[in-house]
């Protein structure tokens, strides 16, 4: 299902997506006897996983398996699970994120974050174990999935975690209270943001290569495009989130509002104010919905989630 119409309502479709992934992560996190009867280990994993959540980066990657392939991701389970466990990481992150050490915020997606609920020690070690989860899901529920497909996937979201969100999180950390200019904030954006919306892209296309006879795109042109891609809507959307920080309200954004100010952050709007960020971003989404066009016809969804990025009010 290539979306097509030009009144394609993009909300919708991405509300489609949300549906699809809130079931199966429901049902990938579902009770089991593996964690020990330690019940809090569990409880925190879903309540971080399953409240909520735009489901952004679990969208691009079915959205690129989707456009790829012309296979509905409904009917593939182990898409579902990959994209499933993209969520399980991002929302490890933000547990992390939230943390008194880092972001130290006491609200995620309008719920107390999961230091708040279930303790600073039970948040933190909830997150590890989502890190190391995020791969026991993919090797032992992705039953078609040849293995060393499996270890693509994995390795791909693995060197993000290690080469570039980690590190962007602590440049992000050492910058605060400093003068920073744009490139250094670029660079923070691209890391702690950008790269795990272009893993999610890529771990999309690592799911179509597995399809036997399907393959008729020249592989490593494609998937040096789709992380240009990636990055540049990655960035934007970091832009975008940065510029909401400062316009929008605690209510709508779920977290709390104007903490980049209070923490004396440097962002892209609090360097060329909001309108021109806006423009910065404007201008990255439309390149990178160039850097697609050789392979994409417009009717793709990944252009419809790029432009949703600009547009969004959370
Ligand atoms: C060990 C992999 C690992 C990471 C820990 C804490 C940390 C290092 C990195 C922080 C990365 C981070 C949280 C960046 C901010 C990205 C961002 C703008 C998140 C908000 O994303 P949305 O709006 O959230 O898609 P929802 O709630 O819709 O899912």
Sequence with gaps: MVIGTENTNIQKHLSNYKQIIDNHLEELLKNNSDFQEVDIL?????????????????????????????????????CLTVASVIEIIHAMTLIHDDLPCMDNDDLRRGKPSCHKAFGEANALLAGD??????????????????????????????KTFTYYIIPGQILDLEFE?????????????????????????????????????????????????????????????????????ITSDTKTLGKTAGKDINQKKSTYPSIIGSEKSKEIAQKLISEAKDELKKYFSNNSSLYLIADFIINRIN
């Design 177 to 245: 209270g400093k003068d920073s200019n744009l490139k250094d904030i670029e660079k923070i954006y691209r890391l702690k943001t950008a790269e795990l919306i272009k893993s999610s892209i890529l771990c999309g296309a690592l799911l179509y290569f597995d399809i036997p006879q399907k393959n008729n795109l020249v592989e490593n042109d494609l998937i040096y495009s789709l992380s240009i891609f990636g990055r540049k809507i990655g960035t934007g959307f970091q832009i975008i989130d940065d510029i909401l920080d």
């Design 129 to 158: 174990a989502m890190l190391t989860l995020a791969n026991n899901l993919i090797i032992d529920n992705c039953k078609n999935l040849s293995d060393s497909q499996k270890l693509k996937i994995i390795s791909e979201l693995s």
């Design 42 to 78: 569990l409880n925190a994993i879903k309540y971080s996983s399953l409240n909520g959540g735009k489901r952004l980066r679990s969208s691009l990657c079915l959205s690129t398996f989707e456009t790829l392939s012309n296979i509905n991701p409904v009917n593939c389970p182990d």
